[in-house]
């Protein structure tokens, strides 16, 4: 009985032992881990400070004029007839088979999303296989003109953020075409909650076997294959290559360019868009100035080049005996100490000044955006086509631009889905609901409708400001890739748009666009009235503003 009483209280002490043993180690792990991540999160810093942002170019190229005829406007309209069926008029991918035809000698296109994942997944309708007649066409081309040099960058996206060429892509490679997929490390970061544990971890997570299987789930569709761990983390950075441009020299020596905000991805086929084609000296500085690019990326990241049979390190060589025009920086590189754009176009007596066209990159975009904004007044006109809206500065600009006087028009995708998949409306829903109770109490002259889709997406990018007369000190139009948000905006993409300021005939052939989208002329519904798709008060409004807030202060969004 004593020896019971004995082992049970031998037994109870060695209990309370244990228990404070695990005490102890919980309260050493706990502090433990939480060191650790405070210090890989404080490495990712240090090493995004260290080696951020080398390829990011922020250029605003000097000014062109442009003689009549150097300059179109390509659009991609989508609507629906009165029965509700699909209405395509559609240019923009044709212009860009026609520049790849017309190549001589240099080719280079920079190109977003260019895949076959989520083909018909959006519910609307794909008319044609974007992706692969692009790689078709590049090939035939290749083969048709062996001495024409062709280079093609596009963003890991199109990969699954895999390591090695895209599989789309590898006829190209096959070819002799090298492809040159973005080191986006050399972006700067936006998604604090990730970013700086992918800077620190991600060689780790590429060298582990468990890490690299692709057994996650893949966003992009069942037929994309599976995502490793190592390829989610890249994801979740939510940085990227934005543009869509393509350039070239063509057989007589004309240099011809291409700048869109449409991807030749064939899930976006149906989307509507808007694009910028010209000929002559701002072409060949658009053409100079992605070679430079991808001297860059080829300097910082070589292993991210595809070519057969020419290793990287000759491509890079030969990128110095290629054709191209002399750069128009008066320090001799493209780029250097631009010239600021000025957004509004002065008058010489009673005869206006030639148009005149600035290439735009990443940062300076936005420089852009808000000067056009901050000087448009009494008796001005501001249209814009926008796919995306988010960015405060230039919400606050068009309700000031409103507020002064100005007629503002604005044109919005209401952001419902993306490839299949809700998007809640954000963010373009909460902040037109914001925008449009702001014009209401302030009784401002700031109207929004909808474009009237169906699964597609109105993938437009542009800024129109203008007088109300044809002509007048007011004429500018900025469009390109840059959606009108932080991210796109402030120099975390790489972008690339064109500003023509004075306009001239591609304002008033813009003017024409954004009159048959915003009247639903010819019968064919383009848009729709603000009501349609308000986002009514209520608890569903509130949650999504708490999302689209949550998801702007920790970059956790495309947007």
Known sequence: MGRNRSSGGQSASATAGRSRRAGCVFRLILPAVAGLTLCVYAAGWLIAWWNGAPAVQNLALPPRPVAAGEVTLVADLTGRDPAGK????????????RLIDDAGDVLILDQFLV???MTGASGAPVPRDLSGELVAALVRKQAATPRLRVLFITDP????????????????????????VTDLDALPDRNWLVCPFQRVLGPLLDSLAPTRAASLPNPFGRDAGGMSAA????????????????ACRTRNGRYEALVASGNPHSASAAHGNLAVWLTGAAAGDILRAETDLARGILLRSPDSCYTAPVPPWQLLRDLDSWPLPPPNSPSGRTGDRPVAPTPHAPRTGDRPVAPTIYYLTDARIGDTVDRLLAEAGPGDRVDALL???????????????????????????????????DKRGLPNRVVAAAMYEWAGRHRAPLTLRWFATAGEQGHFKALRVAASGATGRHDALLTGSANFTGRNLRGLTLESDLLLSPAGAAGRQFDGIFACLWENRDGVVYSEPYPTRALAPGPARWARQLAAAWAGITGFCTY
């Not at 699954?160 to 075409?177: F, Q, S």
């Not at 390829?231 to 393509?246: E, G, I, P, Q, Y």
């Open 86 to 97: 699909p209405v395509l008029h559609h240019a923009v991918f044709d212009r860009l088979l």
């Open 115 to 117: 895949n076959e994942f």
């Open 157 to 180: 996206v199109n990969g699954c953020y895999r390591p090695g060429c895209p599989p789309v892509l590898a006829p190209l490679v096959k070819a002799g075409i090298p492809v040159l």
């Open 231 to 246: 390829d989610w983390c890249r994801l979740l950075t939510f940085k990227a290559n934005h543009r869509k441009v393509a």
């Open 387 to 421: 796919f995306q809206l988010a960015d405060p500065r230039v919400i606050r600009a068009f309700q000031d631009a409103a507020a002064r006087g100005a007629q503002v028009r604005l044109l919005l995708d209401s952001n419902d889905s993306a490839f299949g998949r």
